[in-house]
């Protein structure tokens, strides 16, 4: 009986350690690592987030085309949107043929749910600033049409975001449990096809 008690006391000794563990990752993340948590508030994503999905994101010193990234709302000045970075300074974004094109080169996005149904001229990304689209770009409110959202649905009017808006890159789903993980990388710089 006494060899019993020994046993459980180690095991709850081992489960407090891994608990302590765990709850300072978490707090380091949290406050070292910028670790920060959203909701996802619209299908503009889909299918790769859908609408009432949670997600932690972490600010980088570096984003890449391809990116998914939690940003300050540019329209309203309130609020956070996800998006996926297309173009970085000085590329020239474009939309034609239900498809994007950077710098002139066809991307291939098989996270789309469909082609896109929009017409965009070429448009060069400003200094410091970054192109973003939603996955779902056809119901998406996003750099093809900021400046006419509240105005012309119609109209095509196309502005890139001051990268001091982005907040940080999105690598985890945490809910809901059935669709939690590591968020898949599409590196379009990879997908750029001539």
Known sequence: ??????????????????????????????FAGGMRFYAVTSISMEPTLREADRVVA???EVYHRGDIVVLRDPVE?????VKRVIGLPGDTVEV???????????????????????????????????????????????????????????VVVPGAVPMGLIEGRVRYRYLPFGRMGRM???????????
Do not use: T
């Not at 006494?2 to 380091?28: C, D, E, H, P, T």
């Not at 000045?77 to 949107?81: E, L, Q, T, V």
């Not at 599409?186 to 750029?192: E, S, T, V």
């Open 96 to 154: 034609y043929g239900g498809a994007v094109h950077v710098n002139g080169r066809y991307v291939s996005e098989p996270y789309r749910p469909e082609p896109i149904d929009f017409f965009l001229p070429p448009y060069v990304v400003p200094p410091d600033e970054v192109f973003v689209l939603g996955d779902n770009s056809n119901w998406s409110v996003d750099s093809h049409n900021w400046a006419a959202a509240y105005k012309d649905a119609d």
């Open 184 to 194: 898949r990388a599409f590196p379009i710089d990879a997908m750029l096809r001539s």
């Open 1 to 30: 009986i006494s060899w019993w008690r020994v046993r459980v006391s180690r095991k709850r000794q081992a489960a407090g350690i891994l608990l302590l563990v765990l709850a300072g990752a978490f707090f380091y993340a949290m």
């Open 58 to 60: 972490f600010p980088v």
């Open 77 to 81: 000045g309130r609020g956070h949107i």
